[in-house]
């Protein structure tokens, strides 16, 4: 697959340009511009270009230009991102790629957006705790060339992503379980991020996890996120949180601190943290009955 990179060093009242070309096209190359706001306190990154159809449109981060991270993503250009976190950083790179998406063939199985707590996707419930809280969920697959499109699943009738993918995913269509697997449980060089909304109707409270061996750069996970946060329509009096997987537990208590900076800076921004805990939503019990 072609991408086409253009590379921008974050440097505070700075604008300097490091451009990488791969593709004759050139005009139809994403251009990345960043403005200081001294102000807000805050980089505000525009990528411009043509905005062909079809295209997915991602801006990733780096520290160091040896790992990148996605951190946002648009179907259309012009395009501004707020990076609310550059103030606190010595030094970064931004770095934005346009791809051609996947084509996913519609069915009823899938959908971009869910509704809580009644939403027809939803998984039959489970009753966790002395108080025999119910426990609901609606699992989703996010395809990293596809940003930002989630497909979440009916889960009701498919209760595992494998099940999912192999049989809705077009590009990973009869894909082996081995092979699924290399895909999917490497953050961040996975190309298949897997997750799961958990919900309890009486507590009017959802929690997002996503799956993963390696744990997820905060950057990355703060994006993610986001982007399954703003496609759940839900009362105004319900609360999301962040509910971390075994495999992620320690690095979202170690990365605590930056998703606490970035909730004071975005305070529009759903909380994002370990909020969840066994004596509300029993992870243990539910993730027996999910996988």
Known sequence: MNRRFHLLPLFPGIILWLIAFNDPLRSQEPVVGVSWNRAAGHLQVEVTGISPAGHSHRLDFSPDLAQWVPIGASAT???QYTDTEAPFRPR????ASSTPTESITRHSSWKGGITLPGDAFQSDPILTGF?????RWIKFPIL???LPRIYFQDTSQYAFHYNFANERLDPILGIGLEAYHDLTLHPPRQQLVLGAVLFAPNRSEFAIEFVGLDPYPAEMLRFLFDLV????TRPADWTGFYFPIHEQAPAAASNKSFFNLGQRRLPSARPLGCQIRGGRLDGNRIRRRQR
């Open 77 to 79: 250009l012009p395009w």
């Open 131 to 135: 108080e025999q809280e119910e426990i």
């Open 144 to 146: 990293l060339d596809n």
């Open 92 to 95: 970064g790179f931004y770095r």
């Open 229 to 232: 946060d703003a496609s759940i």
